[in-house]
């Protein structure tokens, strides 16, 4: 832009000065800055080569130094020194540039600066503000295209600590949440990482709020969504608005972030053979989790042997049913089930050790089978697929933690066995960068901790573990975006892993604020129980003879009330009239009378013995002349042999 151009401009503009300041605008008029493209090219090119000279001499030095090649650190440490130094040389010559450019402009002009800014101090300015991002400002803000090659050299010696996944493990401090005494056998993070949910086999729903927590560490709901069911999964929506609940129950439900019922799936008609042809389960539920990709849809598997995919808006029935075969084409039980990371899979790993998968269009066929993944008759406790969407991580109750590759699926590529496993819903999951594979482990009582177990997924060797606690770890949930580990045990504990220079939010929010003080009720220095009528000036005198009394209580209509007499006859005036007026009555008073107890009837015929001994009247008398004393009859021995014979032989009466 031609400068003389710019200053007839701003002549003709000053006459509208007061305009300028009646609508506000702050730079009115005023002239723009000029740059050079070339020089700062120039500059920018001499910076990056001056930089990469610098990295090569701190590498040499290095090698001579740390001949064993443990020197990352230190090459850290060396080079950012004379970056800094080169940053300022260039910012100082880009100034000198500026201010010889700008000689004729004003003084207000350079303090309000119209145009883009120079991109070399935002490099240095940043680079300044932020030491840590200074090993990375090569890469990403300024490099020449002869240099492209060091610039990678030198990102790659900066990362250096991030090959070892094991340095990424929140495992510093830990805060634990009481559950209850029971087991924790489900855990749910919302995808924001906000709120926490705990169910157990104690039928409860803990809602967890770190952002509301104290170091109390109290929940601030707890309900029982399933009445007498225990609790074997939760999981929140990609949203994060609905939570869905899966029981001991045959129907699963959703509730809301509040713990209300948003919906509750249909119950299956248990006498229909065909499982395909009723709406619902009609069996305990195993598992269940919620589509990735679409917020409406979540799946279930059952006992019945079918696992069923539902819609939110339509509780009425299910939206498709798959139904996992054994080699013989028999019924087989799922007991867990997943959706691939992209939803267009299904997998669910059922009680005869094979793991099934079907493309989510196609209910009828499976694409991939394994039919001996895991030992027949254990339940596999659950999959997990990685984040990349191409292995499949497998819990037996076997004792084994296996991965697959889902493009040959027929062997795993790794198999980790001695891992104790005594629950059904045992957990197994990835790191956020897929390089780790967690997994816990089972414990009987008194038998030792309960460990959260990591494996390199490229080795699968055991690189790290934490012991927990004096029981089974049975879920374990590492949350990408807190990067925290959360962990259900046995116990009725869930303990949170965190790491401060490491992890975001979530239990770094309530582990900072201070217990509440309960407040004490007010308490009065003296106890006086002060009544008002105990007091003399509403006490009543007391009556010194009854006379006065009496007078009062005859004009009193209630107390001066002669009672009626008792109604004779039918009755009338709504009056029922006294018992035995009628035949009806007369009889239910005198059975109500009659207290005679027939409960004992030997009691009650031997009550009448000796009246019938002393005064005989019925058989007695006929037998008086003929036999005046009573003479029986003498056992034979045919009627013992007729005792002695079977139960066949013997005459029925």
Aim: charged share 30%; proline share 6%; hydrophobic share 30%.
């Amino acid at each position: 832009m031609d400068p003389s151009k710019v200053d007839e401009a701003s002549d003709k503009m000053s006459d509208d000065g007061e305009m300028a300041s009646v609508m506000g605008f702050s730079g009115f008029g005023k002239k723009a800055r000029t740059f050079d493209l070339e020089a700062i090219f120039e500059q920018t090119r001499r910076t990056a080569i001056e930089r990469s000279q610098l990295v090569l001499e701190g590498r040499q030095k290095d090698v001579h130094m740390e001949p064993q090649g443990e020197s990352s650190r230190s090459a850290k440490s060396s080079v950012p020194a004379p970056r800094a130094k080169a940053t300022a040389a260039t910012c100082r010559t880009q100034e000198s540039g500026g201010s010889s450019s700008d000689s004729g402009s004003d003084s207000d002009s350079d303090s309000e600066l119209i145009g883009p800014p120079p991109p070399l101090q935002n490099t240095s300015q940043s680079g300044d503000d932020e030491p840590g991002s200074l090993t990375r400002a090569p890469g990403s803000t300024a490099h020449s295209d002869d240099d492209d090659d060091d610039d990678d050299d030198g990102e790659a010696q900066d990362d250096d600590d991030d090959d070892n996944p094991v340095r990424k493990i929140p495992d510093s401090h830990e805060i634990t949440l009481q559950h209850g005494t029971k087991t924790v056998s489900a855990l749910a993070l919302d995808p924001s990482g906000a709120r926490l949910v705990t169910g157990g086999l104690d039928y409860d729903v803990r809602f967890w709020d770190f952002a509301g927590m104290d170091q109390a560490l109290q929940a601030f709901r707890s309900l029982q969504p399933c009445e007498c069911h225990p609790i074997t999964a939760l999981q929140y929506s990609t949203t994060g608005d609905v939570i869905l609940v899966v029981s001991g129950n045959a129907q699963a439900k959703v509730l809301d972030r509040d713990g209300f019922n948003v919906m509750e799936c249909v119950k299956g008609d248990q006498y229909i053979v065909d499982m395909a042809k009723t709406k619902g389960h009609t069996a305990m539920l195993n598992s269940g989790c919620w589509h990735p990709k679409m917020k409406e849809e979540f799946m279930t598997c059952s006992n019945d042997g079918t696992v069923r995919t539902w819609d939110l808006k339509s509780e009425k029935t299910h939206k498709s049913v798959f139904k996992p075969r054994s080699f013989q084409g028999k019924k087989v039980v799922p007991t867990s089930c997943t959706y691939s990371r992209d939803g267009k899979l299904i997998a669910a790993g059922c009680q005869d050790g094979t793991i099934q998968i079907w493309d989510r269009n196609l209910s009828v066929h499976t694409k991939f089978h394994c039919r001996q993944a895991h030992a027949p008759g254990s339940d596999t406790s659950c999959l997990s697929f990685s984040y990349d969407g191409r292995t499949l991580a497998s819990r037996g109750g076997d004792d084994t933690l296996k991965m697959w590759d889902i493009r040959s699926f027929k062997k795993p590529v790794n198999v980790a066995a001695g891992l104790c496993n005594y629950f059904t819903m045992t957990d197994c999951c990835f790191s956020p960068d897929d390089r780790l594979l967690v997994t816990g482990t089972s414990v009987k009582k008194d038998g030792g901790n309960g460990k959260l177990v990591f494996f390199d997924r490229v080795s699968f060797q055991r690189v790290y573990e934490i012991e927990v606690t004096n029981a089974s770890v049975v879920r374990c949930l590492w949350h990408p975006k807190l990067n925290q580990i959360m962990v259900g045990t046995s116990n009725g504990l869930a303990k949170v892993y965190y790491d401060p220079a490491k992890s975001h939010r979530g239990a770094k929010l309530c582990v900072v604020k201070s217990q509440r003080k309960e407040r004490q009720a007010e308490t009065l220095t003296q106890d006086y129980i002060i009544t008002p009528h105990a007091l003399p000036m509403f006490r009543e005198a007391r009556q010194r003879s009854t006379r006065k009394q009496l007078e009062k209580d005859r004009l009193d209509p209630r107390k001066s009330h002669k009672p009626e007499p008792p109604v004779s006859g039918p009755g009338r005036g709504g009056r029922v009239a006294a018992h035995g007026g009628t035949l009806s009555s007369f009889i239910v008073k005198n059975i109500a009378l009659d207290k005679t107890d027939d409960s004992n009837p030997r009691q009650a015929i031997l009550r009448h013995a000796k009246e019938a001994s002393d005064n005989p009247y019925w058989v007695a008398p006929a037998y008086k002349q003929t036999q005046p004393v009573p003479m029986f009859a003498e056992e034979s021995e045919s009627d013992e042999e007729a005792e002695k014979e079977p139960e066949w032989k013997k005459r029925k009466i």
